[in-house]
Structure formats: C-alpha cells, structure tokens
C-alpha cells in the first residue's frame, strides 16, 4: 500500500538521515554510469509566467525509481505563497507500484541541494576554513550553512545578499545558534575574507570575478540552473585549478560551466564530475593553494537518494511505534 | 491544500462524469492548438522488464496542469499484480500548488481511453450498427463496450481473443446486462458481422486485413501505442476512406498510422486529426458506404480534462455532504 508524507512528517523524518552520505552515494552511482536519468522533462506557462520541472531515474539493480515534480511561479510571491511548489515519488522499480507520495512542498529538494555543497565543501574545500561564506540570504544560503556544520569546524560565516531584508531573516535564523554570522557589505567582501563560499543566488549578472578570489579558496555554485543564470565571471572558472560538476551531460546547457565553456574561457575536456572524485577516478583538490569550483545542477539521483531515505526512516519510524 | 483521491472514490465518482463529453472538449482543444503537451517521458528498466510513460500538459487559461506517470510490469501478472500502474496529478496553472492526487492505479487511463473509443464512434461511426466487434478481452475490450452504449442504441456485440480464459471472463461481467456479447472464433469473423469495430490488443501481428472489412464499416484502435505494436494490417488504412487520429504528431512515431504510413500504404497528408472532425474542421464520414479508422495513441490533455472532472465531483460530493 503506497504511503502519503506530508510535510510535517518528513521535516521530523529528516534530522536523523545522514544526507550528505546520501549525497555520496548518488553522485558515485550517477558517476559509474550506475544509473539511468532521461533528460528533464520541462513545461513554461505564460500567464502567470512560471516553469516547471520533472526529473526522474533510477540506480540500476535499486529498489525504486523516483519522479519529482518541481515548479517556480514567481508571482506566487505577490500571494503570500512561496514560489516554489512540487513534490517527489517514489515507486518500485521491480513492479511500477507506487511506494510513496512525498508532499514535500519543495524541502526535499531544498535539503539535497544543500547537502550536495556540504559533499561538495567536504571532498573539495581547503583542509583550514577561517570563514564560510554566503552568497544569497534565502532558504538556500541557510540550509548550506547548516549543512556545512556537518562537513567543517568552522563556525563563522559571512553572509551577502542583495536584499537587506532578507540578510535580516538569515541574521535571526542563526541568532543563538553555535554559528557566528556577520553580514558582508559586497559580494567581493565574502571572496576576501572566506574560503569556502557557496553562491546561491538567482543571480543573471556575475558577482565574483576573478581578481576577488584568493588561492586556496573552494567555491561551490547553486544559484544558476538555467542557461541565463551566471554568479561567478567565467574568469573564475578559467583561473581555477580544478573545476567539478554534478553532471558533465546537464553542464553542456546549464549552469556556470556551460556559461565558461561558451564564452571560451573554460575548456570541457577539463572538467571532472564530483561523483569521480568522491569515487577516487577523478583528481580532486591537490593542495591548499589550490581555487577549486564545483558547480551543481541538481541530478534525479539525488532525488532518490533522498526521498529512499525519507521513506526508510518512516517505516522504521513505524515499526518502532509497533502495531 | 491538496487531496488525495484513492482508487475506491474515483470508482464512485466516475459514473456522474460525462467522461464522452470530456474527451470531446479535450480533443478540441488538443486540435484547436489551444494545449501545450510536451513530449512524452520515458523510462526503461530490463529485469525485470518494464516501461514507464509520463504525460503531461495543460490547456491555456485553464485551472490546472497534469502529470500522469503509468508504467507496465509485465512480470507482474506473476506476482498476481496488474501490470499497469501509474496516478494522475493535478497542479494549479496559476501557483503550481499540488491540487490533487489521484491514485488511480491506472484506472482513469483506461476510462479515458474507453471514453474516446466512444468519441470517435459518435463522430466516425455509421448511422447503424448491428452488431459492436471488439477484438481483445481484457479490461479495455470490456470498458469500451460500456462506453459505447452511451453513443449507439446497439446492444449486440461479438468479442473475439487470443484467449479463452479473457473471453469466459468477459462474457461473465455481461452476464445480466442489457448488452448480448458473442464469442467470434475468428478476428476475421467480427469483422464480417460487425460494423462498429474496436481493436484493444497488444498484437504485433495485424488481425486484420482489408479483405475483411465490409463497407459502411468503423474500426476505432487503441491497442498499438508503440512503434512494434499492430492491429491492422496497413492496406485497411489505404483503402479507408478517412483515416483519423488523436494527435498527428503522435501518430509520426506510434500506432496504426505510424506504421502504415512507414510502410508506404498511407499518405500522411490525408490524415486528420478527431478533434478538427469534431469541431467542424475537418472531414469525418460522409456517408454509410464509407470505411473509417481512427487510431487512438493517448494524448495528456485526456488525461487532465478527466482528472479535473474527477476532482471536481469530488469537491461536489463534498459540498454536497456538508460541513
């Protein structure tokens, strides 16, 4: 009998996955070829303007094959409602029955991509990090810092944003918690005093450019999903020692790769995928001198890796609670 | 906040729907170029062997969106399981809120499909009908003989089947109803008693050939919605004097048309599609002497115009019980 999760429960659910190992094991298997994940299925709306994405795949030899729905209708704002809207399923992959239907209103996503860049931060990021810093003060630029408690030491960070009111939502989020945050006047303050920094902004100008970034620094790069996002000058990308991505297919038409590449200052052939390097067939970072950059898309696998936990933990959740 | 439909109350609440007259708005809207239907997604897994489809689309300034993912397993008869497997999801059009879940395990694409198998005889079928053919015996044979009592006086019916066991089990569900069901030794026996005519088999082989059909006759398809399934050997096509589909584009890789067209035996110029011949568009049959085909491949807006008349009961019946 498939289960319905709502929110509530998966936001109790989540606290005791270990996400990040998650996150390993899905860019391993994404990396291997271990997997199957057809291109995204993608649907525009006009009026009111809004998109919407579904991605689904399989790890070969798994128990279930996931379908996530996710949208952004960005007048919901005007409404009270938040843009993003979705949800994530998982069904059998042995017989097409449904296994459950997580109305996660987009947190499952949200979760993932965060604990992607703690992955990321934990495989790529220079060994000593004085500050961490954040590009972007929404649930993003939050849940990367609290996920990057899992992977650093370091808790100090310096946050920037382009709305001030936003900074002061973020401020109070991290008020009383173990995690010092100061707020940075420029997006090249960050770059000057951080040197793990995650930019999470749906940004269509570049915000560092390659004269901010000190060597040594790992950058990670959530914010640009589509071909007309960008948040890092792909001077960056061109200077750095060792780019990585989630997925080598999706960076041919998304994301800060595609934007180098295309302006002709990156070169493909150069560029490994994170699953490679967690998986030892990929050099990653090779010294603390080293700028690294790892630019995330967001793969289905990650997707199911999440959403398989969700529901493992429900059922053991269950089956502690007894008959 | 969104509702979960189960299976239990879409079986109630679908005999208040006009489901004929859903699918006759859904096919002119279709035509009409008034829905947007992205490709359709899919996924493949080899052991054990399966297929999963997901279609999705709206229709412009309407209320809502729809995905449906349905898989087939054919293992699962094994198991004691149906192979189809799937639900439907309806989402606002103007916030992408998760409107409803319809777990429908595959049931609402099978009344759909019977629906518009009941569409296109109205609009296809000759004046008279003596007897209603129907080749296959399984849930889909069945469902559109119930669909077409509500588009043609006939209560007689000849069902014939590669299997006795579907046939004995056909007779049984209309055992006590008002609709006397032969059993036909032969395809080629319906088609010579037979002049409304429904194929809903998974043949790779045709089962019939233009020899067989008399004049006056219609042919509805719906079991080939692959590009190796095939119910009709392509000279029926040629020699049809209107051949009709549900969506051109769909028909240049799938189906009947696909495959007669491949073969060289039909133009694809001279198909249309069923929703111009309902709007007026397009020309259907013109007189009792004439032989059509329409072939039916599935298109999404199907799929939301029934799901939004499903919840839409659903909120009814809800009113209607009260607070």
Not at 128 to 136: E, K, M, N, Y
Not at 182 to 199: F, G, H, R, Y
Not at 218 to 247: M, N
Not at 270 to 276: I, P, Q, R, W
Request: aromatic fraction near 4%.
């Amino acid at each position: 009998m498939s289960e319905v999760i709502r929110l509530e429960a998966i936001q109790e659910l989540l606290p005791s996955l270990d996400v990040v190992g998650l996150m390993e094991e899905a860019f391993v298997a994404y990396s291997e070829g271990r997997s199957v994940v057809p291109p995204v299925g993608e649907m525009i709306f006009e009026d009111p303007p809004g998109e919407v994405h579904i991605k689904y795949g399989y790890i070969r030899g798994g128990d279930s094959y996931v379908v996530k729905i996710a949208s952004g209708f960005y007048d919901n704002t005007k409404l009270g409602l938040p843009s993003s809207q979705g949800l994530v399923l998982l069904f059998s992959q042995r017989t097409g029955e449904l296994e459950a239907v997580l109305l996660d209103e987009g947190l499952l996503t949200d979760v993932r991509t965060a604990a992607a860049g703690a992955v990321a931060a934990k495989h790529l990021g220079p060994e000593r990090v004085d500050c961490i810093g954040v590009l972007g003060a929404g649930t993003q630029g939050r849940l990367q810092l609290e996920h990057l408690r899992r992977v650093t030491p370091c808790r100090k960070a310096k946050v920037w944003s382009r709305g001030t009111k936003w900074v002061e939502g973020y401020l109070e989020r991290f008020d009383g918690s173990d995690i010092e945050v100061e707020v940075a006047a420029t997006a090249a303050e960050v770059a000057e005093t951080c040197s793990l920094i995650v930019t999470t902004t749906p940004s269509h100008k570049p915000l560092l450019t390659e004269g901010h970034i000190r060597p040594g620094t790992h950058i990670t790069t959530v914010g640009s999903d589509t071909e007309e996002k960008i948040e890092l000058d792909p001077t960056i990308l061109a200077r750095a020692d060792r780019v990585v991505v989630d997925s080598l297919s999706q960076s041919e038409s998304r994301g800060e790769v595609f934007r180098a590449v295309s302006s002709g200052a990156l070169s493909r052939e150069s560029v490994v995928e994170l699953g490679a390097v967690i998986g030892g067939r990929a050099v990653g970072r090779e010294n603390d001198e080293q700028v690294t950059v790892c630019d995330l898309t967001g793969v289905a696998v990650q997707d199911l890796m999440i959403a398989s936990g969700v529901v493992a933990a429900s059922r053991r959740a269950r089956e502690e609670a007894g008959p």
